[in-house]
């Protein structure tokens, strides 16, 4: 394909540079925001007198025709063009002759990448909100059906205190909202228009960017025609937030993993979401969850790809900001594989209640609880916290938990206790006793899941 800058150049350029300029492989994609972008485009320059209304209405229909047989397949990409802009504008000069020649008009390949990149990543954050939004609405289901499924919370990995199996899963659901506030935000910041800002210092023809930019459906043109072209904050901010993200769902993978185990045994996924060995038939793996965690440090990598490149760019555009689209769309089509997987995984687990409530059982959970009752008798919560590790460890000794040690122990370790300190250091009595906002009382949880569907709204 012949190139459309070619007229300042006396010979062809080497075929190894072609391949290695050539960013139609990935910014193909972008075809349907290229065509949207110079429809819009070409409705300003006749709105301004710059080229013919007929000229107009003939790049119009012609963009429509190409993408009607791009999405049909009756038209394929061409993989020697340079970029997927030189291919709608060679495609298109080809179908209209020269009226698709005026199209470029007032433009440059500068803020036409930037828009169309802007265009882009607008709809895959639309995109990707959905995904969130499904995956909330499964943990808000999930945790609406075991509000009084005990399970152990732990620190250290250590038993902790008990929680619910709800209150658990909530905590996810809130990093999964911030993750989705902040993508929102993202989108709110990226949603202005570059289009008319040329190279790098705009041009002398009566633009009018502010129409462009209402057709968009942006907020406003870019303000300095520098920073239109050279920006890709925006892109970062994206690759950050997505990379946050998948931090989130690599913290849940690792617990589900830790939970499919027989050391647990707290779940068991769904056969469609587990792997077997190949030499071990005893084996069902958490595969889906490895791959989460794995990719997300691909994720976290692709943030540091667009970093790195742009920190020692100076102004305006510089080609290095090729690099900018296979980063952020690796991060952006690996985010939506693993939302798309992980939400029909937790739909389909089977919770082993029981075995969350024997967990929970052991490893004396409750000796906060325990203390606390001494608190509430009046004696110091440091002393209350002594008298209970010694008790903690004569259970140890003689084998008993907390809730059947004998009340002659407890006696004998202070004179405070009596038989009501056996209910007081029930698991139920535990978790419906911490009435403290946010906490796993049954009461707390059910006022987040109200928070948690009213923030979906």
Known sequence: MAKMWAGRFSKEVD???????????????????????????????????????????????????????????????????????????????????????RLHTARSRNDQVALDIRLTLRDEIAEIRALIAKLVQTLVRLAEQHTMTILPGYTHLQRAQPVTLAHHLMAYVWMLLRDDAR??????????????????????????????????????????????????????????????????????????????????????????????????????????TELIRGKTGRVIGDLTTLLTMLKGLPLAY???????????FDAIDNVKLCLKTFDPMLATMRVNTENMRAAAAKGFINATDCADYLVKKGLPFRDAYKITGGLVAKCIELGLTLETLPMTEYRAACELFAEDV???????????????????????VAEQIALAKAAMK
């Open 183 to 288: 993508l929102e935000d993202t989108a709110a910041r990226m949603n202005y228009c570059p289009l008319g800002a040329g190279a790098l210092a705009g041009t002398t023809y009566p633009i009018n960017r502010k129409q462009t930019a209402e057709l968009l459906g942006f907020t406003a043109p870019v303000a300095n025609s520098l920073d239109a072209v050279s920006d890709r904050d925006f892109c970062v901010e994206m690759a950050s937030a997505l990379s946050l993200l998948m931090v989130h769902l690599s913290r849940f993978s690792e617990e589900i993993i830790l939970w499919c185990s027989w050391e647990f045994k707290f779940i068991e996924l769904d056969d469609a979401y587990a792997t077997g060995s190949s030499i071990m038939p005893q084996k069902k793996n958490p595969d889906v």
């Open 422 to 444: 056996y209910e007081a250091i029930s698991l139920e009595t535990c978790l419906n006793g911490r009435i403290s906002e946010g906490g796993p009382s049954a009461k707390a």
């Open 15 to 101: 075929e190894t540079v072609n391949a290695f300029n050539s960013s139609i492989a990935f910014d193909a994609r972008m075809y349907r925001q290229d065509i949207t972008g110079s429809i819009a485009h070409a409705t300003m320059l006749a709105d301004c007198g710059i080229i013919p209304a007929e000229d107009k209405a003939a790049i119009i229909e012609g963009l429509q025709s190409i993408l009607e047989d791009l999405e049909s397949g009756a038209l394929l990409i061409d993989p020697t063009a340079e970029d997927i802009h030189m291919f709608v504008e060679a495609e298109l000069t080809k179908r209209i002759g020269d009226a698709g020649k």
């Open 318 to 328: 510089n080609k290095d900001m090729q690099e900018d689209k296979e980063a952020i």
